[in-house]
């Protein structure tokens, strides 16, 4: 539950008989207009307060509320704990006797964008209307509180309980509204320009700190100079949190993202929170300080982003890297657009691949036309003109073509109105742009449909080929062909990410190979680690022992690839530890409750199911997931529980954990099995 009050101050522009704010499922208490009690409707969607309202006045509205949030604010629950642990707590109830079982809440975070802020604040969910919003929040002595603006004062309520107050200078739309609770530390930095980052983690994942941010002071000092116009807000701030919806959200100086960006520096090389940061951030100037008035003009937010982010990654890492990113994202879209399933960056209703990629894909294009100079005093243009309001796509494309001189119209129909892709446009612009995309275009024209044959094209000039990015696609595009003898050559010279390539692109390990994919488990990436495990295992049986003692320390990924793996072949081999088989049983499901993320969870489902694997825990750990709050998670346990109850005991063994069920997953359980 959120209790609150909230109190606006407003001016009338035209005389009305009444105003309202949005209010999913809230509760109030009071609500006072200029201080008097006032008559109101509550229609659980609004709050509607009736009154005589003259052009010209001001008013303050101010109301006390109650909420129980079903979306919007997600309580993140811990490890179940006994009653007894409770009641020992300086906030345990007084003659209560507690039964059944409990758990801590560790975490509360926010997504306001797509789930309205006014499920747990009356607010105004219109992007237009942009109000400055000053919070301050009551939380437990034992917790973090971290929200928009300054953190101006924390102040103690009572013995057990503080207060946070935060100030906000600008206004902003209220889906950009947010906060997190939690036991976080912090490090501090500025930026060359002076504003003040900080820098959340866990104090478990103090190790962490570095491999995560790595880069952040880097591309907020190359965005600022990119984008050319000063960072507009007061500081900015970054929290990783549980079972997040998504990669991140860009709240107003307050970016939230997903803690399985936060990794050590083996992860680094496979998975980091790079992109994610560079887009995030890259939001504070497009999405937060200009906003979009309607989906139909998201492409000003998620394209530029996008965009942005990746010339981040250029400046990092290379142009070799941008060019293959970007042909990554050309093909992904030429797929669609090939299926009928195209969309135009115009459409509201489109996806995130549109919005994203094919949206960046139009920026870059866009950049190409009116040139570097043009296009960056355009992007200056725009955003001090509009600081702080509403935009649509033509007043962006309308300060293109007055900085550029040019008639765009032809490129609003190219790139923003076609639903198709134009990958051949994309294919020109990469090979004129790279020489290594170049080349592998080259080399496909010559190996043509005999795929067979092309290690007759490669063999010979392979150590003269100075791509990595390169080396790597050709490998996974033909890799399945090469001769035991080149894939050796290949291994032994190439790169981490070249010997990557080569395990994944091998559907069986050749005998010749053994020894050399035996050394890939010593390679310092977890990708490259959990293929080359599953497939030895699975091709050179005898040795099974063997390769489990030598993963058996490691973890892997935030969400235990190399854990969970490990212990479903420990399982399953005969005869290997069979005195520690119960432990490892009861880790691996121990992994598939609440407590830990969705998406060891549902790793740990799969595993489990592909072995016939389930107790009653883990039968009930998976009714508990078909109510999650992450949308895709609680589909995939849905489908994998729909699976499960085709088997010839399945039914019965779910209705007999029934019992053991939360009202709410009974009531979920009665409409799947049609009671």
Not at 48 to 64: A, C, E, I, P, R
Not at 232 to 248: E, H
Not at 464 to 493: A, C, D, M
Request: net charge negative; proline share 4%.
């Amino acid at each position: 539950m959120i209790q609150g009050s909230v109190t606006y101050e407003f001016k009338v522009l035209e005389d009305v008989n009444a105003i309202f704010l949005d209010a999913h499922d809230i509760d109030f208490s009071a609500v006072l207009l200029d201080n008097k009690d006032v008559s109101y409707e509550n229609t659980k969607k609004k709050i509607v307060l009736k009154n005589s309202f003259k052009k010209g006045n001001t008013h303050l509205v101010k109301l006390s509320f109650n909420a129980i949030p079903k979306q919007t604010v997600y309580f993140i629950q811990g490890k179940p704990i006994e009653p007894p642990e409770i009641l020992s707590g300086p906030f345990s109830p007084k003659d209560v006797i507690l039964e059944g079982d409990w758990t801590i809440i560790e975490q509360v975070w926010t997504q306001g964008q797509g789930k309205y802020t006014s499920h747990w604040l009356p607010s105004l969910d219109d992007m237009t209307d942009k109000i400055e919003f000053d919070i301050r929040i009551i939380a437990d002595m034992g917790f973090s509180v971290i929200s928009n603006g300054e953190l101006k004062s924390v102040d103690s309520i009572t013995e057990y309980s503080r207060q946070w107050k935060f100030d906000m200078k600008k206004p902003m739309s209220s889906y950009l509204l947010g906060f997190v609770i939690g036991n976080f530390h912090k490090k501090e930095l500025k930026s060359s320009s002076g504003v003040p980052i900080e820098l959340y983690y866990e104090p478990k994942d103090n190790l962490k700190v570095e491999p995560t941010y790595r880069h952040t002071q880097h591309i907020f000092d190359f965005l600022e100079k990119e984008i050319g116009v000063p960072y507009p807000w007061q500081n900015y701030k970054q929290v990783p949190v549980q079972d997040f919806l998504y990669a991140g959200m860009e709240n107003t100086t307050c970016t939230i993202f997903s803690n399985q960006y936060v990794i050590d520096s083996t992860a680094f090389v496979d998975k980091n929170y790079v992109n994610v940061n560079a887009h995030e951030l890259a939001h504070q100037w497009f999405g937060n300080l200009v906003t979009e008035t309607s989906s139909e003009h998201h492409w000003l937010h998620e394209g530029f982003a996008t965009y942005y982010a990746y010339l981040a990654e250029k400046d990092l890492f290379g142009e070799d890297h941008f060019y293959w990113h970007l042909l990554g994202t050309a093909e992904a879209l030429k797929s669609f657009s090939e299926d009928d399933q195209g969309e135009a960056l115009r459409n509201p209703g489109a996806g995130s691949l549109t919005f994203y990629e094919k949206g960046a894909w139009a920026l870059a294009m866009l950049h190409e036309r009116v040139g570097d100079s043009n296009f960056k005093q355009g992007i200056r243009n725009y955003l001090q003109k509009y600081a702080y309001q509403n935009v649509t796509i033509p007043d962006f494309m309308q300060e293109m073509e007055s900085v550029s001189g040019m008639d765009l119209s032809n490129f609003e129909q190219e790139w923003l109105e076609d639903p198709n892709f134009r990958y051949a446009e994309a294919q020109s612009f990469l090979m004129e742009k790279n020489a290594s995309i170049k080349q592998f275009f080259e080399l496909k024209e010559k190996i043509g449909e005999q795929t067979e044959t092309a290690e007759n094209h490669l063999k010979d000039i392979w150590d003269s080929l100075e791509s990595s990015q390169l080396k790597q696609h050709l490998v996974l595009e033909y890799g399945s062909h090469f001769s035991p003898q080149f894939l050796s050559t290949i291994l032994q010279r190439g790169d981490l990410k070249v010997r990557q390539a080569v395990i994944l692109s091998m559907a069986k390990i050749p005998a010749e190979l053994q020894q050399e994919t035996e050394s890939l488990l010593l390679d310092q990436s977890y990708t490259t680690i959990e293929s080359a495990l599953y497939k030895l295992w699975g091709d050179f049986p005898d040795n099974r022992e063997k390769y489990l003692d030598e993963t058996e320390e490691l973890e892997g990924f935030p969400n235990k690839n190399l854990r969970v793996l490990w212990l479903t072949l420990a399982l399953v081999t005969p005869g290997y530890n069979t005195g520690m088989k119960p432990s490892y049983f009861e880790e691996l499901n121990g992994y598939s409750g609440p407590e830990h993320h969705f998406e060891t969870r549902l790793l740990v489902f799969q595993y489990l199911s592909s072995i016939g694997g389930y107790n009653d825990e883990t039968l009930k750990n998976l009714v508990e997931a078909c109510g999650h709050h992450v949308w895709h998670f609680k589909k995939s346990a849905r489908d994998i529980l729909k699976e499960f109850l085709k088997n010839k005991d399945g039914l019965a063994r779910v209705k007999a954990i029934y019992p053991l069920l939360n009202q709410q997953e009974k009531q979920y359980l009665d409409k799947t099995l049609g009671e």
